[in-house]
Structures are given as C-alpha cells and as structure tokens.
C-alpha cells in the first residue's frame, strides 16, 4: 500500500509526502500531535496535521530564527524562548557560551515529552544546565517579567489554536517590557505568498509595529512550509539588524552553520518588492 | 467533480493543484503541452507535465532571469535568449530602451503559439520591432555566431527532454564565443534542494566552469517551483555582478518591478552554507 500525508497550503494547494510508516500519534489537551517517518525528509513532526518540523531541513528554520539575532548582539546572556518545543532552538542558543539563562515556555509538555523520544539529535540540548523549562502558557508567563531579558524568540504555531495569543498587541506590549534596553524580539512571521498566510503576516506585523523603534522582516527558504518562502520578524530597542552587525566577530566564534552565514544575514533582509509593499508602512 | 494537477517534486512528494479546467492539450513534435486554469495561481502552462509558468507568479522568474544581468551592465545592446517560448523574458528586456535587438530562439513553435493565445500579457512583446524570432534548435543556432551578443539568456526547460543540449560543455562553449568581451551568460539553474535537482545543478555547473572568469550563483523564491528554492547561473567574462552594479544608475530607469529590486540583487547572491558546499570549487 501507499501512505500519503497531505497538507492542504490552501484550499486548492496541495503538498504531499509519501510516508513509511507514522510512529506517533496523540490528542493533548491543547491539540493533535502526529510523528511520521519519510523516505524523502526522515522523521518529521506535525501539529493539528500541520508541518513543524522534519529531519531533513529543520537546520533551516533553527539557523534562522537563532543566529541573526545573536550574531546582531554578541553581548546576549539572558533568552525567553516561547514555545519551541523540539528544541531546536534550544540547541542553537546553547551554542554560545557568552548565553548565561534559557528560559523557555512551552504550553504542551506532551510536545516535549514525544521530541526527546524521536528527535533527539533535535532536542539534544533541553537537559543544557543553563536552560529552565516552563510548561505555562507563554502569554501569562512573559506578564510578570520586566526589564530581564536580551532577547525573546517566538518559536510558535500559527496564529490561530494554542499559539494565538502569541500574536496579539497585549503580548508583543508585555514583550516590550519583559526586554531590557538592548532588548530584540525574533518572531515566526508567516509567509508573503498565499493570501491567507499574508493576511496572518500583516496582522500580526500591524500588532508590532507600536512597541519597537526598529521593525525589520527577513526571509528564508524553508520548502517544507506553505510556498517555501518564510518570514521572521525582527523588533529591536536599540540594536539595527545590518548596521550593528560585526560579521567577523561572529565568524570569529567558529560556529559552523548548514544553513546561515554572515553574507545571509544582510541578504535575508532584501525582500522582494511585492513583500515590501505588502508590509508598507509596517517596518522601520 | 475535483479535478486536480499533481507533479511529482520527487518520486516521495507531490505537489497538487485544484484545477477548474483544463483548456488546451496536445503533443507536439517534441513535448506535451497543457495549459490549465486553477483558482489559486490563473492560467498555467506545463511541458511535459512540468509547471512552467502560472499567471500569479510568473513575475518572479521573469525579473531574475533579465534584471539581474540588465542592472550589472546598463549598456547591454544585444541579446540572445533561448527557449522563452511564452515570451515572459523577451517582455521584460524589452522594457529596455537601450537594447537594440534580442535573438529569441525557441524549438517549439507551438510553445510560442499556445502562449500568444492563453497567456498575452506575458507574451505582449514578442512583436516588439526589435525581436527575432528563430524557431530552431539553439545548440545549433549559437554554433554559427561569434562574439556578437553582450547576454545570453538560457531560459530553457530541465536538463532532459529538448532541453538536455543546452546544459552541455559545447553548448557553454559555443556561448562563450557567440559573447562579445562585455558579455554575459544568464541560465536557470535547478535547484538545491531535493537530490535529483542538486545533481543536475551541479553537473551544469561543471560544465560552464571551465569557459568564464567569474560564475556565481543567485536564488529566488518561486513557490510553483520544486522545493520553492529556485537557482540561476551567471558567468561573466568582465562584469561582477555585485562589484560592477550601480544601483542609482538602474533605479534612475524607474522600471517597476514586483519581486527585483537592487537590494535582492545584491542579497540574492548570498546562498546558504550548504548550497555554497555542493558549489564548492565550482564558483569564482
């Protein structure tokens, strides 16, 4: 027999993977969790039936939404990561010795649990000692912290289902406070290409764009994500994505890097004209 | 009834779109060509069941493959563009002044009748005074011509099928004579991404290496495309096409444009760590 995952990209948008078998599947108390195994991407991992992460690129993704803020400000120490819980991102941020505290918040203990089990070279850095985990609602967490953190990376789901509240005014405001004034914020930022995606993006860029002096976007090639064409956002107290940077002190560091590098780094803010209209009046 | 158009991005993973209708099909002397019509992306056209352009995004491939190279040397003058069959890469150079005669060579006349008929805003200026167009083999076409073109644009399918002679070590060869000592070597470049598009990648790259004093490699993101990551080749025998281009002097134009703009041209340069890795040895 043939086994299909399928992910509909839009209501008339398709993209499948032939699948050897599905090793894993639960409903949590905040959604469904499904682990399937790929010839093409390995194992990969979804949540409510949609892509989080695979085998093959996950690289991309944690490269990504890591490395451009920290090679931004090599004087990070203190990191709130919301959500993430692959630990991927985690992994990443252990990387960097001048890292003191990883605090990280993630609402299903369950999507933990199941990434230990079949993504460790994924989830390899979660025991790190300088990592707290947090199984709350990151929404309320980040209300009670104030002038604490150097960076906060969002490492969510889509805007709708558990990772809502993550794109609201009230948690991008509480964001802003639990900053201190090197603060910089790194977000998943939805895709420029499919109207729905677009949408989510603009809401949740307008929901932004009040708090920061800076608000910059930046793009990946993530191809197992609707369209492949992948936006983060960066929303900075003090430091400027480009101008700020020192690639040779972060190449000075010796972290090798499947995906990102400091040339990226500046190209990966050069967005395509359609994407910077789209976003008109929503960066600074 | 759905009906639905699925090409195999490998023999693992499929990409689908819901179709309305279809409404041209037939075999020509050397490919299949269908041209359907779907909610998501309008009217689009395959060659042997390969997507080749959809009206939503066909603005992406068009402006990388011309103003990359058209922003490297403003005095550009004399063009030879092979396959372009619908007349996209063709409607781009001619908003030019400053390009006095493009060479368009396609093998399929059928390509370029079809895409008169379904697609005629892409197709708008092949009737341009200043266009030619030779229904011939192009391996054969640029053997009998010597430096008399500033660009060449490949603009061909993969590198099988009708298209397989355009990615050979004469074909680059006959290029390199066919070009003037300004001139310049655009082509599309498959992608990184999945293995049997990385291999064919890196075999056409082989085989241009040898010829030009400078080859690079730029990327795009175009969704319809297998993995979304989409390469093009540039070789070049004076210009670099970061050093030589002069922003201003190609913003002055005021050519409007939806995916390029001078900031991607220069971003667009910037591959990732494991596409600069399969390139090793093979860009200078």
Redesign the interface.
């Known amino acids: 027999m043939e086994l299909?995952y399928t992910e509909q990209h839009?209501?008339?948008?398709?993209?499948?993977?032939?699948v050897e078998k599905q090793l894993h599947t639960e409903q949590t108390e905040f959604q469904r969790i499904d682990i399937l195994e790929?010839?093409?991407f390995g194992k990969f991992f979804t949540l409510d039936g949609l892509m989080m992460i695979t085998e093959k690129?996950e690289f991309?993704y944690h490269d990504m939404i890591v490395h451009v803020p920290m090679a931004t400000n090599p004087n990070i120490k203190k990191v709130l990561v919301i959500g993430a819980g692959d630990g991927g991102t985690i992994r990443e941020l252990t990387r960097y010795k001048t890292v003191e505290k990883i605090d990280m918040v993630e609402i299903d203990k369950r999507v933990v649990d199941v990434c230990r089990e079949y993504f460790p070279q994924v989830s390899c850095k979660l025991d790190d000692e300088r990592v707290n985990i947090f199984f709350e609602d990151g929404l309320k967490f980040v209300r009670t912290k104030e002038n604490e953190y150097d960076l906060i990376i969002v490492d969510s789901t889509d805007p709708f289902g558990p990772g809502e509240g993550l794109f609201t005014k009230e948690f991008y405001g509480n964001c802003y406070k639990a900053l201190n004034e090197n603060g910089i914020l790194v977000n998943q930022h939805e895709s420029p290409?499919?109207d729905n995606d677009a949408l989510a993006m603009k809401e949740a860029h307008e929901k932004v764009i009040g708090f920061f002096p800076i608000i910059k976007v930046y793009?990946a090639?993530i191809?197992t994500y609707p369209?492949?064409?992948w936006l983060f956002g960066f929303a900075s107290k003090k430091y400027h994505p480009i101008k700020d940077l020192d690639a040779n002190a972060w190449n000075e560091l010796g972290i090798e890097?499947?995906?990102?590098?400091t040339?990226?780094h500046?190209?990966?803010?050069?967005?395509?004209?359609?994407v910077?209209h789209m976003l008109k009046g929503l960066t600074k």
């Open positions: 299909w839009t209501e008339n948008v398709q993209f499948s993977i032939k790929a010839k093409e690129d991309i290409y499919y793009q090639h191809p369209s492949g064409h890097t499947k995906y990102y590098n040339d990226l500046v190209g990966c803010f050069a967005l395509p004209n359609y910077k």
